[in-house]
């Protein structure tokens, strides 16, 4: 069974810090990597993907990859009470199906 | 075409009740996929489409449950004798191939009462 793990917090951090999310995956060969944001009451948007070991940076968005210690986290500089939502990771499957985590409620305080 | 879109957006229906819910892809897009989301919960794959062609099930689509995607255009999920079980957000996204993520629709929620 193949598992994605994610704390479900809430996470709470300041307007203007940096907020961190971790995400652990259980199969070893697992390729593509995503991260979808998801407001109270609606669907999840995708934000960011990530293939490759190393970072990959978007905006004020970080994905980070380390495939040997099967772990994927994302980084959200200069945090706004507007980025306050559940955020899922996801990865992918051999069908091309993703597999989602529970998610990490994410509060950020103005 | 603006995104993927689902109907109905809410569903309320007595256990025992048959309900059919639709799908429409973004249209350039040859997978479409079904999601199950409770509450607290990530969404649950239960199966996908490429083309008209259904790939693969999850073991949480039991035999109740029915999905088609005739001319590999929308999708329909059936979900026979509904339980109180079945409550949950229905997830609909489409994706040309594998490799960017999905688009998800704006789902349907189901209520068994």
């Known amino acids: 069974q193949k598992e994605v793990e994610q704390n479900s917090g809430p996470l709470s951090v300041p307007e203007g810090a940096i907020a961190s999310l971790n995400c652990t995956y259980s199969?070893?060969?697992?390729?593509?990597f995503f991260w979808y944001r998801q407001y109270s009451g609606k669907s999840p948007e995708l934000i960011m993907f990530?293939?490759?070991?190393g970072d990959k940076e978007d905006g004020r968005f970080t994905a980070q990859l380390n495939k040997a210690s099967q772990y994927v986290s994302l980084l959200i500089r200069d945090s706004q009470p507007s980025d306050s939502a559940t955020y899922l990771c996801?990865?992918?499957?051999?069908?091309?199906?993703?597999?989602f985590g529970k998610g990490t409620k994410l509060s950020v305080k103005p | 075409d603006t995104g993927v879109s689902q109907n109905p957006r809410h569903k309320i229906t007595k256990r025992g009740q048959n309900v059919t819910f639709r799908c429409d892809p973004i249209?350039?897009?040859?997978?479409l996929y079904w999601y199950r989301q409770t509450l607290g919960q990530g969404p649950e794959f239960l199966t996908y489409?490429?083309?008209?062609?259904?790939?693969?099930k999850s073991r949480l689509l039991s035999d109740r449950f029915s999905a088609e995607r005739p001319k590999g255009s929308f999708s329909t999920l059936e979900i026979q004798r509904t339980e109180q079980g079945d409550s949950a957000m229905y997830l609909c996204?489409?994706?040309?191939?594998?490799?960017?993520?999905?688009?998800f629709g704006s789902g349907t929620r189901l209520t068994v009462v």
């Open positions: 996204a489409s994706s040309l191939g594998t490799g960017n993520g999905y688009t």
């Open positions: 199969d070893r060969g697992s390729q593509s």
């Open positions: 990530i293939y490759s070991n």
């Open positions: 996801a990865v992918g499957g051999s069908q091309g199906n993703l597999i």
């Open positions: 249209s350039e897009h040859n997978r």
């Open positions: 489409f490429q083309n008209e062609a259904q790939l693969e």
